[in-house]
């Protein structure tokens, strides 16, 4: 494990609050959800280029 993630997850444990525990499991899924959002960034940019793409052919006809 990287030291970053060492010491996020080590000073989580301590936090206390009434939003501790729903923080704490938004926290934990980090990972899931940064994925998930790199993805759909990279479909949409795929997409739009391919769109660019094709307008770019059709004005040069």
């Known amino acids: 494990m990287s030291s970053p993630k060492t010491y996020s997850t080590n000073t989580m444990k301590k936090w206390a609050g009434p939003n501790a525990d729903k923080v704490r499991g938004e926290l934990k899924t980090w990972h899931t959800k940064c994925t998930s959002?790199?993805?759909?960034l990279r479909d949409k940019a795929t997409e739009y280029d391919n769109e660019a793409t094709k307008a770019t052919n059709k004005s040069d006809k």
Do not use: H, L
């Open 37 to 40: 959002v790199a993805k759909a």
